[in-house]
């Protein structure tokens, strides 16, 4: 197809104008099309075809409509994360107030206050955040909704489905020693999968058999990882 004229491209019951034909293969067509005004909210099933056979004879596709007069939510990534929370979710939404500070931005994930981590763009077109999940009592979707501190009638807020996993338990993944003195003091690195982020030695307690391990330090901690050291204590045959 090399003439514009000779498409149509039409959503619900209005026409969108066709703007220009980009590429006309055999096997491929790609056209860009200026969409028509709409009067409702949604996804409309739209179709190109070619005007000389008429409608029903094209390729059916189907079009979000918003409200361009209130916020509208673009992408919100991942769609799901584990029920122990700090899941980085990173939401961009159209027409949203332009704030200054994450802080101006709150989030809740069902019933749980989820936190605004980061505000990395807001202008008069789209503003992009990172949330981070809470903890959840249990798995499933819960509805997560986006709006401004100051909006206390949640009347320029996004609201958006959020599934939570359940994690699989810790496993270690790697040792760097299997055996060692029975004096003790022999420094071994265990790395954890699935054993959730953490910041205080406090929080981890190591035994071998009944005997608690004599220091344990954190060598770094993440979402998917934590590697922990650990001072082996003496070990007593029975």
Known sequence: ?????ALAVRCGEAFAQIYSIVLSTPAVLKVQVIMPASEYVGETLCEIYEASKGRGSGAQFLFSFFDDTKPFLLAASPASGLTRGDT?????????????SAAEVSAIFGSQFGRVALLLSSDEDSTVLVLKSPPARTHGAVDVTVYLVSDKSLSLSVTFSFVYTIAPPPKVVFASLSRGSADGGD????????????????????????????????????????????????????
């Open 1 to 5: 197809v090399r003439d514009a004229s």
């Open 88 to 100: 980085a979710v990173t939401v961009s939404i159209l027409n949203f107030p332009v704030v200054s």
């Open 187 to 238: 420094i071994v690195e265990y790395t954890i999968s699935d054993f959730g982020v953490v910041s205080d030695p406090a929080q981890i307690s190591v035994t071998f058999g009944p005997v608690p391990a004599s220091a344990v330090s954190i060598v770094g901690s993440t979402v998917a990882f934590t590697t922990i050291a650990v001072v082996t204590p003496a070990f007593e045959s029975a």
